[in-house]
């Protein structure tokens, strides 16, 4: 998804995608780190092909959304993302404060689209 302006600044890519902690290449490492197969699946997301450094060549910045399918986790970037888009949200609505709690709720409700969008499709495969 392109974004012509973010931050006050130079546009921005969010390039979206859903990983999983029980892949073969992260078994083991979750227990350890929850976070490990976000951060790696962001790391993959910004290098393969060179996207980060071709983002930054066309002037912008790329934004990997990661999440994660089984718990429903977003990988660092994106909770950043979500947390400045809910201040620039309350901002715009006249809030002088915000908490991080419309943040949370945004990504609470964005999990569960994935949670019930990931039953939808097994459900289609069985012929249910």
């Not at 990997?64 to 970037?77: D, H, I, R, S």
């Not at 715009?92 to 019930?116: K, P």
């Amino acid at each position: 998804m392109y974004l012509p302006r973010w931050r006050s600044g130079p546009p921005a890519a969010l390039d979206f995608a859903v990983t999983s902690g029980m892949r073969l290449d992260s078994v083991g490492a979750p227990i350890e780190d929850p976070a490990f197969a976000l951060a790696k699946y962001e790391d993959f997301k910004c290098s393969h092909f060179g996207t980060e450094a071709l983002c930054r060549e066309q002037g912008f910045s790329l934004l990997p959304m990661v999440m994660e399918a089984v718990g429903g986790g977003w990988g660092k970037t994106a909770r950043c993302f979500w947390s400045e888009l809910a201040k620039s949200s309350a901002f715009a609505r006249g809030e002088l404060e915000t908490d991080s709690t419309s943040a949370i709720f945004l990504r609470q409700q964005l999990s569960m689209v994935l949670h019930r969008e990931n039953a939808r499709a097994c459900l289609r495969r069985f012929g249910i």
